[in-house]
């Protein structure tokens, strides 16, 4: 899974690349153009705030631009039903993507009839994927939903309000600027291909919005989509003005100084980015210790029989999967809210994180055998 997702996430910046390229429109004499579009929309998806450390831990969101990025991609080649595989895959993995993937499918259907099992097939696949296997391995069809919204209620403030904001803090202000300025381009030009990818960035951000509403947590990692495709966007604008700027006068000067101008800005916070990398991969390494601990803390406590003899296993959301492994349990079985836990006074094993360690306690339980499992490991 590891080498899949990070080689999946990487390929985003191949696919950033196309799309840059293919927009920026021919330069003629002026092929350097392209290819700044091209690098520029690369580097500048993986230059999107937190989306290096999501890499780093192989989750699947920088995975699901790549599937955004080449469903595009594949589109604008004329493959549309490449382009339909790719949506239905990202659509398994992002509940957002559902509008875009069903706007595609109504426009499939009209426009390719000999499309219309494969769109069939997929329209089915991804509720079947989503509440199916959610139905039968959990406590609830709606699993993902509930989650979702238990979370959303410890956050402050309106989730409406967080849509904006989030999706802003994505980048710095100079690449918002640009993603602005690329909006106006857009429009002023009215090239379709252009019009597309602003089109599906602006629904995905519309579809976040309605959740909101809904009460769902607008995290910003969930907008990675519409943000690398206004990046893109930006490389081709990039593209287009450097390649269209009119010899030897006054304006290509400018376009080019405020190209300059926008790559010096973004150099800072790009150093940032570096850093913080650097330093996901040393708190890789002191995770991946307090994992190797837990497995070790559940066989000094007499593995998962006696533990879960004592009560349910519980922890925080960030480890209940890990803890559902080592206990070979479902992760329905595992608790992932110890306050609500602690409340209802039934019999816990709770599992708190200590530094890189653990500490394991027993709660609401007075069986004898039970007081032997409070163990605490090594902090550091």
């Not at 989750?59 to 604008?76: E, G, K, Q, Y």
Request: aromatic letters at 10%; proline letters at 5%; charged letters at 15%.
């Amino acid at each position: 899974w590891m080498v899949t997702a990070v080689a999946a996430a990487l390929a985003g910046v191949i696919f950033a690349g196309r799309v840059a390229y293919r927009l920026a429109g021919p330069a003629p004499g002026r092929g350097y153009a392209r290819i700044v579009a091209a690098v520029f929309a690369g580097l500048g998806v993986l230059g999107i705030v937190g989306y290096a450390h999501l890499i780093l831990i192989a989750a699947s969101d920088p995975m699901d631009v790549t599937l955004c990025l080449a469903a595009i991609d594949c589109h604008l080649s004329a493959r549309p039903r490449a382009a339909w595989v790719l949506l239905v895959l990202l659509s398994l993995g992002r509940p957002e993507a559902w509008t875009v993937a069903g706007l595609y499918a109504v426009w499939a259907w009209r426009a390719i009839p000999s499309m219309r099992t494969h769109l069939a097939l997929g329209v089915a696949a991804i509720p079947a994927m989503w509440f199916g296997i959610a139905a039968l391995t959990s406590r609830s069809w709606s699993i993902a939903s509930d989650i979702a919204l238990e979370s959303t209620r410890t956050l402050p403030g309106s989730p409406i309000s967080r849509v904006p904001h989030n999706f802003l803090s994505l980048y710095e202000l100079p690449m918002n600027l640009a993603m602005l300025f690329a909006l106006i381009l857009t429009v002023a030009r009215r090239e379709r291909a252009w019009l597309l990818l602003a089109g599906t960035a602006l629904v995905w951000l519309a579809t976040w919005a309605a959740l909101a509403l809904h009460g769902w947590n607008p995290s910003a990692r969930y907008m990675f989509e519409p943000a690398a495709i206004l990046i893109v966007l930006v490389g081709a604008a990039i593209g287009w003005a450097l390649a269209n700027a009119p010899r030897h006068t006054v304006l290509r000067w400018a376009v080019a100084t405020a190209v300059l101008g926008l790559v010096v800005a973004l150099a800072l916070p790009a150093r940032n980015r570096v850093r913080l990398a650097h330093n996901g991969i040393v708190f890789g390494r002191t995770w991946a210790r307090q994992l190797s601990r837990l497995h070790a803390v559940i066989d000094k406590d007499g593995g998962a029989k006696r533990i879960l003899g004592c009560g349910q296993a519980v922890s925080y959301l960030g480890f209940q999967t890990i803890l559902a492994w080592d206990l070979d349990r479902d992760i329905s079985d595992i608790g992932w809210q110890p306050e609500r836990s602690l409340r209802q006074a039934k019999p816990i094993v709770l599992f708190e994180p200590y530094g890189a360690g653990w500490k394991v306690r027993p709660i609401h339980t007075n069986r004898a055998s039970c007081k032997g499992l409070s163990t605490t490991t090594a902090f550091g």
